[in-house]
């Protein structure tokens, strides 16, 4: 369900957070190198040294720009249906748009996945007629291998990405027409999945053929994007299947009806001291003049430097209550999940008219999961 990881933060665009994960280097390393000593000298014997080198990078720079505008098409997509975008991540095989939902209906999830390739096929025929222009009217040889190859390189990220393994963009352009078909979304979810594993395994073993006749360099990439691709689904398969064994349970059936307390004004040392040291309380409602006004959990205290444990208030350190959207009893179980995942949360207060009810956490949750599956929950 997470798709986790720490990024470098870039930035907001249209209000979504945008993130560099550290892989993006090796990567950028990778393609400049290969642009500026293989591709381009190959192509264009006559230039300078350093300029294969700076053209190789900006080739570099504009290609991931390029796929963050293939993302800001999911995520703009994304936010018409009112479906949360946690964030948008530049990865060493491309990015990704974090989603806090599915889709609300088919035809939703369809245009929120055909956005992207939309986007890519887009840029590619801008780029394409603005090459035949510069090429018509002799602009600079660097401009125009420049925008031919990112043209290109477009028109390939709209057509690899619409083919049709889950979870790739063509995959879930499937998976919507499945849906609308059977009304099913597990179901479509798992034929969806299933293609995209035969998908994956095609690139295994076309990677493994590629090495056997020499090619190690290209068999490897194939290898590690069949890897990706399975690994992918089986994710997202699990993630169903947990959204499908949670359908109709709520809060109220795991959320902890007994909870630590603690004055907002005491101390994270004293805290640690005679609250959680020997004791093994893993999360506290902060309470203030008769009101909840957050939550301390063990991250929390965690993020307090060892020499400002004694200065820090717990009303520092807490998460405030008005950080997260409201959790009843009543609220569904994966709609609860979700949130907590889409907030990065351990943890969440369980109010009702005001009042604080108990405590939901992930663990307790997954708890539950495991313990549905240990005696026989039907969720498929």
Do not use: C
Request: net charge neutral; hydrophobic share 50%; no cysteine.
């Amino acid at each position: 369900m997470r798709t986790g990881g720490k990024s470098i933060p870039l930035g907001r665009i249209f209000g979504i957070p945008i993130g560099l994960d550290y892989s993006w280097f090796l990567i950028f390393a990778l393609l400049v190198w290969s642009l500026s000593t293989n591709y381009y000298p190959a192509r264009f014997g006559n230039w300078a040294e350093g300029l294969y080198w700076g053209v190789g990078v900006l080739t570099a720079v504009l290609l991931f720009v390029s796929v963050l505008l293939h993302e800001l098409g999911h995520a703009v997509a994304a936010l018409a249906f009112r479906i949360p975008v946690r964030r948008i991540r530049l990865l060493f095989f491309g990015g990704v748009a974090e989603l806090g939902d599915e889709a609300p209906h088919a035809g939703g999830e369809f245009l929120v996945a055909i956005a992207g390739p939309a986007v890519s096929l887009l840029i590619a025929i801008v780029l394409g007629f603005g090459w035949l222009g510069m090429t018509l009217v002799s602009a600079p040889e660097p401009v125009i291998a420049l925008v031919g190859y990112l043209a290109f390189i477009n028109l390939i990220l709209a057509v690899f990405n619409m083919l049709p393994g889950f979870p790739l963009d063509g995959g879930r352009v499937l998976r919507a027409v499945l849906w609308g078909l059977t009304g099913n979304l597990s179901r479509a979810t798992r034929i969806a999945a299933s293609i995209g594993r035969i998908l994956a395994f095609g690139f295994i073993g076309f990677g493994i053929l590629q090495i056997l006749t020499g090619s190690l360099a290209n068999g490897l990439w194939s290898g590690f994007i069949g890897m990706f691709l399975q690994g992918a689904a089986s994710a997202e398969v699990q993630a169903q299947q947990i959204r499908d064994m949670l359908a109709g349970r709520t809060v109220g059936q795991v959320m902890r009806r007994s909870y630590a307390t603690l004055p907002a004004d005491v101390t994270v040392q004293q805290v640690l001291d005679a609250h959680i040291l020997g004791f093994g309380n893993r999360s506290f409602v902060v309470t203030s003049n008769g009101e909840v006004v957050g939550i301390l959990t063990l991250e929390n205290v965690q993020r307090v430097p060892i020499e400002k444990r004694w200065s820090t208030s717990v009303a520092q350190a807490m998460t405030p209550l008005n950080r997260t959207e409201p959790i009843t009893p009543d609220t569904g179980l994966w709609d609860a999940l979700r949130q907590m995942e889409l907030e990065q949360l351990g943890q969440v207060p369980v109010v009702e008219n005001g009042e604080i009810m108990g405590l939901l956490r992930r663990d307790d949750v997954f708890a539950f999961l495991y313990d549905l599956r240990r005696f026989g929950a039907r969720y498929a």
